[in-house]
């Protein structure tokens, strides 16, 4: 982690080339500057940003008030949509605590629910209570060594007045927050900068836009930590909300519901989560949805690659049904029909399967499939196939004919 001490106060245009010029004393070449927003709840599922320039924020997945817990429900779409907006994701806590016991029992609530990669900022909020030093620098360490960037995020005034600042900063990242006024405030003045050692970020503002948003900046590149080269299409793990927010990255296509499909069997088919599936959709109920719906579904699924031409690929020879699974759907995705997998798995009533069963496919014989490409219609491609259009709909289960995509997997 790079360490640097920031000016006094009325020295703002010093304060300004030295954000701009090469760091003396480390190797790094110069001082990279990023700005970002940090979120709670009252920015809603997907945040709220300033700025196109704006590429990470920090958002808070609950709060720690001396033994109670209040968690954030925006917590996890807000990451996957920063993730999806290709911009990186940290993690706050709102640490209101004293005591190892109290920054244990803050801990094991919250570090297993951090949605943002390993090596992202997870920062402990504090700026109230009666927080000491040595709990303090304890749970600091605990998110260290649970492999993020632990960084301590106050009011200058508060923190010092109730912590040895100066020891903590020698160990760990500070973020602190000041405020010239509350009018819309886009650049930070450094008159107003909390000089200490070791900030790396600086909340400049609390009316970063109309309407209030708190707008950061970020001297060092610490929110580049967690993302590979600071892609925030690469993070160094994988966390269920970062999954969903490259899946929500993707190049997308429509998809028109069949009759027994399920989002579940649609998701694994396009090689998307449920939860991608419903955010990209705006869908309220997953449960309920119906045969010709148009869904956006991800390019990178089965049956996403454009063909010049049709080709013949050989079946599985068993499946393992899945949850969500209908036999309809197996059946149109493996090109047979209910009936044959029903007679072939001697299956009396087609509604009842259930998730771990075997069933048996085609036996491996061969199934022959067309991926349907721009300007194409279900008649031509009958034509060309030496098929009728209505055999093609039928093979295929699809409840219009003319309603077909570029990329969708036909058999015949």
């Known amino acids: 982690m790079q360490k640097m001490k920031m000016i006094k106060r009325g020295a703002a245009s010093v304060a300004i080339a030295l954000l701009l010029l090469p760091m003396a004393d480390t190797a790094h070449a110069t001082i990279v500057k990023h700005y970002g927003v940090d979120w709670s709840k009252f920015q809603g599922n997907n945040g709220k940003w300033g700025y196109a320039r704006d590429d990470f924020s920090i958002s808070q997945i609950g709060g720690y008030y001396n033994g109670y817990f209040i968690d954030q429900s925006t917590y996890g779409t807000q990451v996957s949509n920063t993730i999806a907006l290709n911009r990186r994701a940290h993690t706050y806590i709102y640490a209101q605590f004293s005591g190892r016991n109290q920054a ?9 629910k951090v949605q943002t990669p390993k090596g992202s900022i997870v920062m402990l909020d504090v700026e109230s209570g009666n927080p000491d030093t040595d709990s303090v620098l304890y749970a600091l360490k605990r998110v260290k060594d649970a492999g993020y960037t632990a960084v301590l995020y106050g009011y200058r005034s508060f923190l010092t007045s109730h912590l040895d600042l ?17 009018k819309v405030t886009a650049e930070p003045d450094y008159n107003y900068f909390p000089s200490f050692d070791n900030v790396q970020l600086f ?30 299409q690469a993070p160094t793990t ?9 899946q929500l990255h993707q190049d997308t296509h429509n998809y028109t519901v069949k009759s027994g499909d399920t989002l579940s069997a649609i998701a694994s088919r396009y090689g998307m989560t449920v939860n991608a599936l419903v955010t990209l959709n705006g869908i309220k109920n997953a449960n309920l949805i119906y045969p010709g719906q148009v869904l956006r579904v991800a390019d990178s699924g089965q049956g996403s690659t454009v063909s010049q031409k049709a080709t013949t690929t050989t079946t599985t020879s068993t499946y393992t049904i899945r ?10 995705r493996y090109g ?3 009936s044959a997998l029903a007679s ?6 087609p509604n009842w399967i259930y998730p771990g069963q075997l069933l048996k496919l085609s036996g491996g014989s061969s199934a022959r499939t067309y991926t349907v490409r721009s300007g194409d219609t279900l008649s031509g491609i009958a034509s060309r196939l030496g098929t009728s259009w209505t055999a093609l709909k039928a093979k295929n289960g699809l409840a219009n004919a003319n309603l077909i995509y570029p990329g969708q997997t036909l058999y015949y």
């Open 344 to 349: 072939l798995n001697g299956i009396s009533n």
């Open 238 to 246: 994988s966390t269920p909300a970062t999954t969903t927010g490259k």
């Open 336 to 338: 047979t029909s209910i």
């Open 203 to 232: 909340q400049f503002t609390s009316t970063y836009v109309a309407g209030g948003l708190d707008g950061d900046v970020d001297f060092t590149g610490i929110t580049e930590n967690g993302y590979k080269g600071g892609n925030a």
């Open 104 to 112: 244990d029992q803050m801990l094991d609530y919250y570090l297993p």
């Open 166 to 182: 100066a020891s903590i900063a020698k160990q760990y990242p500070l973020a602190l927050a000041e405020y010239k006024d509350y």
């Open 323 to 332: 949850y969500g699974d209908t036999l309809s759907g197996i059946a149109s």
